[in-house]
C-alpha cells in the first residue's frame, strides 16, 4: 500500500513537471534577456539615450570641416573669387587628384573632362559639360563637388576636404590641358 502510494506521488510529480512543457516554445531559457531582448523600432525614442545627452548643437565628427559659404549661385561666385586651393601644386596631389577623379567623377565626365564618360556614351546622364567650355577655377569647383550642381551630385560625403582641394586641382589641369 506504502509503495502504491509512492508511485502515485511519484507520477503525480511528474504530470505536474511535465505538463507545463509547451512543445511550440523553446525549451528552459537559461539567458531568458538573449532569447527575448527588447527590440527597438528604428529611429523610435529610447530609454537609453534621452535628449540631454545628444551632442550639443554645431557638434561635428571627426575630420570633418564644416563649409561656411552657402549652397547658392552667389556662394558658387563667392567660392569662385575668394577660395584659393591651399595645396601645393605638386605630382603627389596631381596624381591623387586623379586618381580620385577617376573613381568619381570620369564616370561622367570622362577622362580627360570632355564631358563624354561611360554614362554619356551610353546615354544614361545627359547635359555633362565639357570643361573647356565653363569658366571655373579651384574655388567654383570645391563649391561644386561640395554641392553638386542642378543634376551633378554633392560628393561631400565620398571626398573629406584635402581630396577636394587635390580633385578641384586635377580638374584645373584638366580643363587647361583641353585649351
Ligand atoms: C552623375 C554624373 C556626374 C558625376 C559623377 C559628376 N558630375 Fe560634375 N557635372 C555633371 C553635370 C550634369 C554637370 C552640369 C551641371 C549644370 O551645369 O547644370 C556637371 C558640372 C560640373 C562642373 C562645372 C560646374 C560649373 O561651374 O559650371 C564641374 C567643375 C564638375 N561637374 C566637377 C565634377 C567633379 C570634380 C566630379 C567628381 C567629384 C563630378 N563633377 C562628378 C555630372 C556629374
Partial sequence: MKSFVKIIA??????TVTSCHNKRERNYHFFPNMYESEGYETYSES??????ELPVEGTI???????????????KQFAKDSLIN??????????KGKELYGVYCAICHG???KGDGE???REKFLGVPDYKTRDINDGSIYHVI???LNSMGSHAAQLNENERWQVSMYVSKLKADLK
Avoid: C, D, H
Wanted: glycine share 8%.
Fill in 10 to 15: 511519484i507520477v503525480a510529480v511528474l504530470i
Fill in 47 to 52: 530609454a537609453v539615450f534621452n535628449a540631454s
Fill in 61 to 75: 565628427k571627426r575630420g570633418w570641416m564644416p563649409f561656411e559659404i552657402e549652397n547658392s549661385p552667389a556662394g
Fill in 86 to 95: 591651399p595645396l601645393k601644386t605638386t605630382e603627389a596631389n596631381l596624381a
Fill in 111 to 113: 577622362k580627360k573632362g
Fill in 119 to 121: 554614362l554619356v556614351k
Fill in 146 to 148: 561640395y554641392y553638386g
